[in-house]
């Protein structure tokens, strides 16, 4: 009986259920079926576009979606280049314009790279003579001598057996006395990295903006280190004594030469046209070319290039020089900077791009050198800039607008970039007051700098930051 019942039951709640849905059905079916209208064409029209609106952001956005994939590709492949391991092979064989073998630029002790078995020795004709006396065999292994006059010293390149390339062997065959004098011959790298533009139009935008004031407009000497660079650019003033370049090369004559480093500094002293502001619009530039490709985007400089620069640089009377390059400490590269420090000749080094963890990269590091990093416009420090207790000051250095070896004009990004920008103030303020010592050189430029990061003096900006013009009556 009670199965009868809950039976009935069930059949009267699914009649009644069934009574309500078709109750609804005219309802719902009435729902779909809307009056068909011609709308005004004005409506049409302002339909029209904004469907072309939308597809034209669409397209925007899709571009843009595709410039930021490029330039996230960019950072990545050019965040593995900072170090040169990642991109060089443990050997590189340098090969002149006729085939034939100049060097191999090789990977040695503690990840650095140097010239195979070639080793430096900076002395005095006296104490090389001394040198010999006490080893005759030593001279057997001498490649070149050359005098170092403004100096006051020889460089003398030896090269050794491989079972004496290391540093602990040869100081077992030579004699103690030489600790002071021998180094590898290392390899240097430049400070700089090209940007992607972010935008097909970006170097048009470029026009509008202001143009910025020269650091000063004295006649100015400037000395400086790097690539060769590209004569012809049309961004080079053309007028008497605006801009007078003078380059010398200290590379083998039949080795390819690289420009792109040197041209990009060059552009941000004196880079001239709708685009570009110089910093010194009248600017003899002694440009010491030291640099040749290790590949298509790394260049390196060996140290025994790099002491003929400086030489060469003294001989021209340059008193500031230029070095966007970093690499590492070595005895003769440090007896170098002394010497020249004493000599009251004020270098400017770009402390390099390896980072937050990056051990101290030299001449930057050394004691006498003003050691430069790099901010953006917004003044917020560069992601690859060293930081540490030798930092001196910051200067713009990214995303800067420069000259490239290859005509254009483009934007470049590295603490590179930001040294000239610091070497341009100091010529600006020897030329104004000739008599003021490293000291008090240093000094003129903390009044000028404006602190960042914690007040006083810090590991990532320096004293703080530089800018355009130099300011006078402090």
């Not at 416009?377 to 200067?395: C, H, K, M, P, S």
Request: a negative charge.
């Amino acid at each position: 009986m009670r199965t009868i019942k809950k039976y009935k039951l069930t059949l009267l709640v699914l009649a009644l259920g069934l009574t309500s849905l078709l109750a609804f059905v005219p309802v719902i079916a009435s729902a779909q079926l809307l009056p068909i209208t011609t709308l005004p064409n004005t409506v049409v029209d302002n339909l029209d576009r904004t469907m072309n609106r939308n597809a034209e952001r669409m397209q925007q956005l899709q571009q843009q979606r595709l410039i930021e994939q490029q330039l996230q590709q960019s950072i990545v492949t050019k965040a593995q280049l900072l170090d040169p391991l990642l991109q060089l092979p443990a050997v590189v064989p340098i090969i002149d314009n006729h085939g034939k073998l100049l060097w191999n630029d090789v990977q040695v002790e503690l990840g650095l790279r140097a010239i195979e078995r070639e080793w430096l020795l900076l002395v005095s004709p006296s104490q090389w003579q001394e040198l010999v006396a006490t080893v005759p065999a030593l001279s057997k292994l001498v490649q070149t001598r050359k005098n170092l006059d403004s100096l006051g010293l020889q460089l003398i390149k030896i090269k050794v057996p491989e079972s004496l390339d290391n540093m602990t062997m040869l100081r077992q065959q030579l004699p103690e006395l030489l600790a002071p004098y021998l180094s590898r011959n290392f390899l240097y790298q430049p400070q700089t990295s090209e940007d992607i533009p972010q935008a097909s139009n970006e170097l048009m935008s470029t026009a509008v903006e202001t143009k910025l004031a020269a650091m000063c407009e004295l006649p100015i000497t400037l000395g400086m280190v790097d690539t060769a660079i590209l004569v012809d650019h049309a961004a080079w003033p053309t007028e008497v004594n605006r801009f007078r370049l003078i380059q010398r090369h200290f590379l083998p004559e039949a080795i390819p030469k690289s420009y792109s480093h040197g041209t990009a500094v060059a552009g941000v002293l004196a880079g001239d046209n709708t685009d570009l502001s110089p910093l010194l619009p009248s600017l003899t530039l002694y440009s010491a070319g030291a640099f040749y490709a290790q590949n298509d985007y790394q260049q390196g400089a060996t140290l025994d290039s790099i002491l003929q620069a400086l030489n060469w640089l003294v001989e021209q009377q340059s008193r500031v020089i230029n070095m966007s390059l970093t690499g590492p400490d070595n005895a003769v590269l440090s007896q170098v900077v002394t010497r020249l420090v004493a000599k009251n000749i004020i270098l400017v080094a770009a402390v390099g791009n390896g980072g937050l963890a990056a051990v101290p990269l030299y001449p930057a590091a050394y004691d006498g050198v003003i050691a430069v990093t790099a901010v953006d416009d917004t003044q917020v420090l560069y992601r690859w800039a060293n930081q540490g207790e030798y930092i001196d000051f910051a200067a713009l250095g990214v995303k800067v607008l420069t000259t490239r070896a290859d005509g254009s004009i483009g934007r470049e990004s590295g603490t590179s970039i930001a040294a000239p920008l610091v070497s341009a103030k100091v010529a600006c303020l020897l030329a104004s007051m000739p008599e003021l010592t490293l000291v008090q050189v240093v000094t003129q430029l903390q009044q000028q700098a404006l602190d960042l990061g914690v007040p006083g003096k810090d590991n990532q900006y320096g004293y703080g930051l530089l800018t355009r013009p130099l300011k006078t009556g402090l």
